[in-house]
């Protein structure tokens, strides 16, 4: 993830001490170092994302000199993709616009379709026509055709349909409880606790189920460990009150924080 970063391996892979290494990833700075070699001077390039729009200011600056400059490149993350209006853009392209239907998010394809959707509709806002070309490897997923084709239909019958077998809302609440710590000892123990708790409450109710503990995504982020649990429940349910009631029963906690988040969105 953003700012994430590991020593250079230099010659050998530090894991299994292979020489048979070559770069891989499609980061911004690699799109743009790509673009350099293809275009070389012909056409001005400007890469927008967390390094270059750090100093106040910059993110309007970038946009008003790609607004200004004719024939030039705007590099970016989601950042570029909602909000912005260029008349004059014609052609947008999406690299690699299946990255998080792989997600384990229930909302994956949600958040795929949006910004596809939301990305398309930056090119061709003026007079001239636009186009827009999406890398994909999965172009049959509702998703990604649902936007090519301009028809959400398939896409929306698909995920509520896939939504209500696992009941995932909205034919659910799903909440999240998440654990971190400096000590990861500590961190599980305070999660497998805290779903003790919530067995011993729900268990015997029907509609609810209990995901995990597990460890997030991001299992790791500024040297605190990440755990995570999730609570499915009927749409009606008193889950704020109930996720309370559990969390009030543990020990004291030392160094371990938590958080309810009732009706997540974000699971990662």
Same mark, same amino acid.
């Given at each position: 993830w953003s700012q994430h970063a590991y020593p250079n391996p230099s010659s050998k892979c530090p894991n299994c001490g292979s020489r048979y290494m070559g770069a891989y990833g499609v980061g911004t700075q690699r799109v743009e170092d790509e673009l350099k070699l293809l275009l070389g001077s012909d056409a001005p390039i400007i890469r927008m !994302?967390? @390094?270059?729009? #750090?100093?106040?200011?910059?993110h309007q600056r970038l946009?008003?000199?790609?607004? #200004?400059?004719?024939? #030039?490149? /705007?590099? %970016?993350?989601? *950042?570029?993709?909602? %909000?912005?209006?260029?008349?004059? $853009?014609?052609? $947008? %392209?999406?690299?690699?616009?299946?990255? *998080? /239907?792989? /997600?384990? !998010?229930?909302?994956?394809?949600?958040?795929?379709? @949006?910004? /596809?959707?939301? $990305? #398309? %509709?930056?090119a061709g806002r003026g007079?001239?026509?636009?186009? $827009?070309?999406?890398? =994909?490897?999965? =172009?049959?997923?509702p998703a990604i055709a649902s936007v090519v084709t301009h028809d959400r239909r398939p896409f929306l019958d698909t995920e509520l349909k896939e939504r209500r077998e696992g009941a995932y809302p909205p034919f659910s609440r799903l909440s999240n409880v998440l654990f971190w710590g400096a000590s990861e000892k500590e961190v599980r123990r305070v999660a497998d606790q805290m779903a003790e708790a919530l067995h011993a409450k729900l268990d015997a109710q029907s509609g609810w189920e209990i995901l995990g503990p597990a460890d997030c995504v991001k299992a790791k982020v500024k040297d605190k460990y990440r755990r995570h649990i999730l609570v499915k429940s009927p749409v009606d349910a008193q889950v704020g009150e109930i996720l309370s009631q559990c969390a009030a029963s543990l020990d004291k906690r030392v160094g371990i924080n938590m958080t309810l988040d009732v009706d997540a969105y974000d699971m990662m």
């Open positions: !994302d967390a @390094d270059t729009t #750090a100093k106040k200011g910059e946009l008003e000199f790609f607004d #200004a400059t004719p024939g #030039a490149v /705007l590099i %970016g993350t989601q *950042m570029i993709a909602k %909000g912005l209006d260029f008349p004059d $853009v014609t052609l $947008v %392209g999406v690299i690699n616009a299946d990255t *998080m /239907l792989k /997600l384990p !998010d229930f909302r994956a394809a949600e958040r795929t379709f @949006d910004l /596809l959707e939301q $990305v #398309a %509709g930056r007079e001239k026509p636009g186009k $827009v070309i999406i890398q =994909s490897y999965w =172009s049959t997923h």
